[in-house]
């Protein structure tokens, strides 16, 4: 009886435990978002999450999530981390440049790396070396290279500025430390504290191959033998325009942060962005201009899919359409067969389907799955479970969805694309162009030159951009000036001098007070620190181009210094340019097949694209000649001085080692032998000697001879 109501007892105290459990539990999403590009390629977005529980709920035995990931935020005390491999450069023209999707994907050519360490200020730097030499033996990369501070800036306002992953400045975050109830003083300590943690570095040279690609699969827990991943076909990725490999950490698991998002625990996001070109020509029209190619999932990476990861919890492939596409349609009839329709409408926070046999005479048009899959523009290959609406304040987004899960070896999954009619769109382009050249000729000086250039087109209400005020003392007080930051980093031998910075608007140049609202420089030092500059612009809506020119000297290296391909030059990381007023996010609204409408709620790839983020542009990377020492003086010298030094030490040995008995007996065997100009001197003024003496004597004189030749050579050299 006793032992009956002890294990009731065991029971109950054990029933918190296993909802608990149940409850916290470890989640694996992958999902495909595939879309097609205006300058005939297919962009293509691999977007795998992990998700861990808080440590000290769950425990630091896992399943899902990789362990050499947590071990080095454990270690290192990593809040939040982001690194990215990219090859080629992002085309904000041809490819877009304000939404949420480009935000997340567009990173500069080589390697980037920031972090933010729960680590005491003085122990920041040693955490960051260490933490770039752990990075570089998991990736195989040379992220060694930015240990020493000589690389590695420190920013303020960019990046993590205790905001989590918005970072740009405090008040327009929308998560992190911006969500909790803390009072205003205590956020903003918090947010000072955070801002002297963060450290960033980049390595513009870096190549990426397929032994970053390796390890960074090996993450997942179906690696590339299942699922999503297993469509990666090494050649297919790197025969593209663009590529980025990309690593984000956030965690709340340290001490001095458990009150605040608590329930996060750790979150890894690993994603994988392709600009492919299409392989399959047009089926019609094949010559025409405006057709597009055809393509398929098969086409574009050479295998099929044939099922989900099993030990993923969402796994989903997305075909996107944007915006400005679908408004063209609209323009060509789109879906003028009797197709079956269904309008989107409601308010601005709650949607609804109206009445399926509704006209497309509303304010939004039309949609429905049956028209998006097959209209007298396109069709597509493969049978979408539902679709989705991206609600914008100029247009829709279509975003078809593919069910996974019922398909396997015996049924793949081919999802692609056919076009019937030629048809041409735009992107939608950022607020601005950037582009950045150097000014000036020689190996001495020169000037970096920022330009800004206004795009002509309605970006905000493409992508329903919204501006928002500041709520601070230093807000923007017209509602037709817009913001931007400007965050460069140099190396150390450019030496920028600030007091030259020129911002000219339309050409008319304009004072400091005028245009410029936060400004933090530091200047480099010589094989010490780099040259930071962050600055926070305030321009008109109007303003065509902005212009911004800084001087600079070119320092001088040592002979070790210089890379190998010396004359090649140097390369300066790319600069980034936010515009913290100009926000974008990606409402999608989920119509299901059978006429119901719902958020998505499953999807972490959506939900990440619901994020109202400020719009991002990064310049391209820059080329600076320096004077290069001829490098064949030093290699002259090294073989004189060695060729001296084999003759001088060769004719040292061959006089010490030489016997002198057995030689004059060999040569009184053989007979007299003729003699040379010493030995003939040396009979006439030694007569009176012998043969023998006037012979040793003779070989004293010779190394007498070369030892006065090496000496007087050493002392030439010692004086020139």
Same mark, same amino acid.
């Given at each position: 009886?006793?032992?009956?109501?002890?294990?009731?007892?065991?029971?109950?105290?054990?029933?918190?435990?296993?909802?608990?459990?149940?409850?916290?539990?470890?989640?694996?999403?992958?999902?495909?978002?595939?879309?097609?590009?205006?300058?005939?390629?297919?962009?293509?977005?691999?977007?795998? =999450?992990?998700?861990?529980?808080?440590?000290?709920?769950?425990?630091?035995?896992?399943?899902?999530?990789?362990?050499?990931?947590?071990?080095?935020?454990?270690?290192?005390?990593?809040?939040?981390?982001?690194?990215?491999? =990219?090859?080629?450069?992002?085309?904000?023209?041809?490819?877009?440049?304000?939404?949420?999707?480009?935000?997340?994907?567009?990173?500069?050519?080589?390697?980037?790396?920031?972090?933010?360490?729960?680590?005491?200020?003085?122990?920041?730097?040693?955490?960051?070396?260490?933490?770039?030499?752990?990075?570089?033996?998991?990736?195989?990369?040379?992220?060694?290279?930015?240990?020493?501070?000589?690389?590695?800036?420190?920013?303020?306002?960019?990046?993590?500025?205790?905001?989590?992953?918005?970072?740009?400045?405090?008040?327009?975050?929308?998560?992190?430390?911006?969500?909790?109830?803390?009072?205003?003083?205590?956020?903003?300590?918090?947010?000072?504290?955070?801002?002297?943690?963060?450290?960033?570095?980049? %390595?513009?040279?870096?190549?990426?191959?397929?032994?970053?690609?390796?390890?960074?699969?090996?993450?997942?827990?179906?690696?590339?033998?299942?699922?999503?991943?297993?469509?990666?076909?090494?050649?297919?990725?790197?025969?593209?325009?663009?590529?980025?490999?990309?690593?984000?950490?956030?965690?709340?698991?340290?001490?001095?942060?458990?009150?605040?998002?608590?329930?996060?625990?750790?979150?890894?996001?690993?994603?994988?962005?392709?600009?492919?070109?299409?392989?399959?020509?047009?089926?019609?029209?094949?010559?025409?201009?405006?057709?597009?190619?055809?393509?398929?999932?098969?086409?574009?990476?050479?295998?099929?899919?044939?099922?989900?990861?099993?030990?993923?919890?969402?796994?989903?492939?997305?075909?996107?359409?944007?915006?400005?596409?679908?408004?063209?349609?609209?323009?060509?009839?789109?879906?003028?067969?009797?197709?079956?329709?269904?309008?989107?409408?409601?308010?601005?926070?709650?949607?609804?389907?109206?009445?399926?046999?509704?006209?497309?005479?509303?304010?939004?048009?039309?949609?429905? %799955?049956?028209?998006?899959?097959?209209?007298?523009?396109?069709?597509?290959?493969?049978?979408?479970?539902?679709?989705?609406?991206?609600?914008?304040?100029?247009?829709?987004?279509?975003?078809?969805?593919?069910?996974?899960?019922?398909?396997?070896?015996?049924?793949?999954?081919?999802?692609?694309?056919?076009?019937?009619?030629?048809?041409?769109?735009?992107?939608?382009?950022?607020?601005?162009?950037?582009?950045?050249?150097?000014?000036?000729?020689?190996?001495?000086?020169?000037?970096?030159?920022?330009?800004?250039?206004?795009?002509?087109?309605?970006?905000?209400?493409?992508?329903?951009?919204?501006?928002?005020?500041? %709520?601070?003392?230093?807000?923007?007080?017209?509602?037709?000036?817009?913001?931007?930051?400007?965050?460069?980093?140099?190396?150390?031998?450019?030496?920028?001098?600030?007091?030259?910075?020129?911002?000219?608007?339309?050409?008319?140049?304009?004072?400091?007070?005028?245009?410029?609202?936060?400004?933090?420089?530091?200047?480099?030092?010589?094989?010490?620190?780099?040259?930071?500059?962050?600055?926070?612009?305030?321009?008109?809506?109007?303003?065509?181009?902005? =212009?911004?020119?800084?001087?600079?000297?070119?320092?001088?290296?040592?002979?070790?210094?210089?890379?190998?391909?010396?004359?090649?030059?140097?390369?300066?990381?790319?600069? %980034?340019?936010?515009?913290? =007023?100009?926000?974008?996010?990606?409402?999608?609204?989920?119509?299901?097949?059978?006429?119901?409408?719902?958020?998505?709620?499953?999807?972490?790839?959506?939900?990440?694209?619901?994020?109202?983020?400020?719009?991002?542009?990064?310049?391209?990377?820059?080329?600076?000649?320096?004077?290069?020492?001829?490098?064949?003086?030093?290699?002259?010298?090294?073989?004189?001085?060695?060729?001296?030094?084999?003759?001088?030490?060769?004719?040292?040995?061959?006089?010490?080692?030489?016997?002198?008995?057995?030689?004059?007996?060999?040569?009184?065997?053989?007979?007299?032998?003729?003699?040379?100009?010493?030995?003939?001197?040396?009979?006439?003024?030694?007569?009176?000697?012998?043969?023998?003496?006037?012979?040793?004597?003779?070989?004293?004189?010779?190394?007498?001879?070369?030892?006065?030749?090496?000496?007087?050579?050493?002392?030439?050299?010692?004086?020139?």
């Amino acid at each position: 009886m006793q032992f009956h109501h002890y294990a009731v007892l065991l029971l109950v105290a054990s029933f918190p435990v296993l909802i608990a459990q149940k409850l916290d539990e470890e989640e694996f999403s992958e999902e495909l978002l595939v879309r097609p590009l205006p300058d005939r390629n297919v962009f293509a977005h691999f977007h795998f =999450t992990h998700r861990l529980p808080p440590t000290v709920h769950y425990g630091s035995h896992h399943v899902l999530f990789p362990k050499a990931i947590f071990q080095i935020v454990q270690k290192f005390r990593i809040r939040e981390m982001e690194l990215s491999f =990219t090859q080629g450069r992002w085309k904000y023209n041809n490819w877009g440049g304000v939404d949420p999707l480009t935000r997340l994907q567009a990173k500069p050519s080589g390697v980037e790396l920031w972090a933010v360490f729960a680590v005491p200020d003085d122990q920041v730097d040693a955490t960051w070396g260490n933490l770039t030499h752990a990075l570089s033996g998991l990736f195989c990369a040379s992220l060694n290279f930015l240990e020493s501070m000589v690389m590695v800036a420190k920013p303020k306002k960019m990046f993590a500025s205790g905001c989590g992953k918005e970072g740009i400045t405090p008040l327009v975050c929308s998560e992190g430390f911006a969500d909790h109830h803390a009072s205003n003083q205590s956020r903003s300590k918090d947010q000072n504290i955070l801002r002297s943690r963060v450290r960033y570095g980049a %390595l513009p040279r870096e190549a990426v191959c397929t032994e970053n690609l390796t390890p960074w699969l090996k993450l997942l827990p179906c690696r590339d033998k299942a699922g999503l991943a297993s469509l990666l076909d090494r050649p297919t990725i790197y025969k593209g325009s663009y590529h980025s490999l990309r690593l984000y950490i956030k965690s709340n698991n340290f001490e001095e942060h458990q009150g605040i998002n608590g329930d996060i625990g750790t979150f890894l996001q690993q994603t994988l962005s392709l600009v492919i070109p299409a392989s399959e020509n047009p089926s019609s029209g094949e010559g025409l201009k405006g057709f597009q190619p055809n393509w398929s999932l098969f086409s574009l990476f050479g295998r099929h899919l044939m099922g989900r990861c099993l030990l993923a919890k969402t796994s989903a492939l997305y075909l996107e359409f944007e915006a400005p596409l679908v408004e063209k349609l609209k323009q060509l009839d789109f879906g003028t067969k009797d197709k079956e329709y269904c309008s989107l409408a409601g308010s601005e926070d709650e949607a609804s389907l109206l009445d399926c046999s509704a006209d497309s005479s509303g304010d939004i048009a039309p949609f429905s %799955l049956s028209m998006v899959k097959d209209n007298d523009i396109f069709m597509v290959n493969g049978s979408p479970s539902s679709f989705s609406l991206e609600r914008g304040a100029y247009g829709n987004g279509v975003l078809l969805s593919f069910n996974i899960p019922k398909h396997g070896k015996q049924q793949p999954l081919n999802v692609g694309l056919t076009w019937k009619l030629p048809i041409t769109w735009s992107p939608v382009r950022g607020p601005f162009r950037a582009t950045r050249f150097l000014v000036g000729s020689g190996n001495a000086r020169g000037a970096i030159a920022l330009v800004l250039k206004a795009n002509n087109m309605p970006t905000r209400d493409l992508m329903n951009l919204h501006s928002q005020r500041s %709520l601070e003392k230093e807000s923007l007080v017209s509602p037709d000036m817009t913001s931007v930051t400007v965050f460069q980093v140099v190396p150390w031998y450019i030496h920028l001098y600030f007091h030259t910075l020129q911002v000219l608007i339309d050409e008319q140049p304009k004072s400091f007070r005028e245009v410029i609202k936060w400004m933090q420089v530091v200047p480099s030092e010589d094989r010490t620190s780099p040259g930071v500059m962050e600055i926070e612009l305030k321009i008109p809506y109007n303003a065509s181009v902005i =212009t911004l020119i800084v001087e600079f000297d070119k320092g001088f290296l040592r002979i070790d210094e210089h890379n190998p391909d010396a004359n090649r030059g140097f390369d300066l990381p790319s600069a %980034l340019l936010s515009f913290p =007023t100009e926000q974008s996010e990606g409402n999608y609204f989920h119509i299901e097949a059978t006429k119901s409408s719902a958020h998505f709620h499953n999807s972490a790839l959506l939900e990440e694209l619901k994020r109202r983020k400020s719009v991002q542009v990064y310049t391209e990377v820059l080329l600076v000649p320096l004077a290069t020492p001829d490098f064949s003086m030093p290699y002259n010298v090294i073989t004189l001085t060695c060729t001296v030094l084999a003759l001088y030490f060769g004719s040292l040995l061959n006089v010490l080692r030489r016997r002198v008995s057995e030689e004059e007996r060999l040569a009184k065997s053989k007979g007299p032998s003729p003699q040379g100009l010493l030995e003939r001197l040396l009979s006439r003024l030694l007569r009176r000697r012998s043969v023998e003496s006037r012979a040793r004597i003779a070989k004293v004189l010779k190394l007498m001879l070369v030892a006065g030749m090496f000496i007087a050579l050493n002392y030439y050299l010692s004086d020139s």
